[in-house]
């Protein structure tokens, strides 16, 4: 007889065998949001921002924001430039809310006199324009609530100039399933092991020199194929990715656990939920996002690693993006549960590329080989037995700080012919069937 598993019931299973091995991590934050504020220059301005707490909002605000799904959002801008700076708020949230607006919520109830204290509270507390030359200006903008991380974007208008700062910044208590300390702070590699590509031809050889694929924990077995490379630093390739929607990963911490499974039985959503670990140089993933459907079965989500190469000065990440369709039973997962991909993966490849175009970020978009052709008539399989099929390359998506309209993002050659003639044609690289990564 045949079985079939319904997705809801499989994900309830998933999470009941990952509570067995989740950890309740403690809570960290700052003493003061202050003092763990993110600080930026460019020319004459400084800017500063942190993102409060739940308890932090309620304390500065005397009301629980967080259950209004209201974030503030502490800004300081210094302006040491000659002429008048405005914020413009819209930029950070577009659906942001003004202070009035903010402690109208809150007025149910009230009498008039405490109606007017709450107006009066919230407007002494809002960031106000402009910014004299000269002076420094401090505030909160009133953002919609974000579990993770929330992508902190400052555009400073003046007469004939705009600056842009965007800052990803950490909501204080999400448990990310990466160090920050360890991916964004300090350098992971010692420094004689760095090297900063300057030649493209140079740069190619080194990617395609990189592992064909994700592996099980000791390196037994080959996985995912490492498709994708990132380049680019804090400030401009994860900001362009949280912007498109692109949300990090939680730690499978016990209430990780809940929330997947409560989001199994309603059929909600949830942005973060955790991934299981593949292995590239010995380690799980540095970084994992995902970019979440309307059920916890559908998403499309990456893995990064950090590599000790740089592209003119920038960070080069190794990464494998595949596309979530469902979850089924398997026997090659100690869970039992996992999810099962897409076996096209050069569809989620491609979806990303599109995607980062839109972020105004990405500058630069080129194919190496990687894994090598595996065409849909003989797919291979992954660590947990899903067949894919690709045309065997990575892709290489480099970012930049600096706005870039659609028009201006630049190929590099590599590949492009033989690419467009033959999109499953195997590459240099191949695979050989049992060779190491």
Known sequence: ????????????????????????????SGSDYRSRAVTRVEGALQVSAAILSAEESAKVYGVPLAEKKIQPVWVEVRNNDDRNYFLLSPGMDPNFFPASEAAEAFADGASQAEAANLDARFGAHAFRNPIPPGETVSGFVLTNLDAAGKLVQLDLVANSR???????????????????????????????????????????AALEALPCCSTNQDGSKH??????????????????????????????????????????????RYDNAPVSDLYVFGRAQDLALQKARDTIHQRNHLRLWLTPMRYHGKSVWIGQISRDIGVRLTIHSPTLVTHKID???????????????????????????????????????????????????????????????LSGISLFPWNMEELLRHPHSATSTEMKPGAKP
């Open 343 to 405: 076996p096209d993966l050069d569809e989620a490849r491609a979806a990303l590329a599109e995607d980062m175009g839109y972020s105004q970020n990405l500058v630069k978009v080129g194919f190496v080989g990687g894994v090598g052709a595996a065409p849909p008539d003989t797919p291979r399989e992954n660590l947990t037995a899903d067949p894919y099929y690709t045309n065997g390359y990575r892709q290489v998506l480099v970012f930049d700080r600096a706005p870039t309209q």
């Open 162 to 204: 705009v600056t842009t700062f965007s800052i990803l910044i950490p909501v204080p208590g999400f448990r990310a399933d990466y160090k920050a300390s360890e991916v964004f702070l300090r350098e992971i590699y010692p420094r004689d092991r760095i090297v900063d590509y300057t030649d493209d031809d140079a740069f190619r």
């Open 223 to 268: 996985g995912d194929p490492l498709n994708l490379v990132i380049v680019g630093r804090r400030d401009d390739a994860f900001p362009a990715l949280v912007r498109r929607g692109w949300r990090p990963t939680e730690q499978k911490w016990s209430g990780a656990i809940r929330k997947m499974i409560t989001s199994a039985l309603s059929g909600d």
């Open 1 to 28: 007889m045949k079985c079939s598993v319904r997705p809801m019931l499989a994900v309830v299973i998933l999470a009941c065998c990952l509570a067995g091995c989740a950890t309740d991590v403690a809570e960290v």
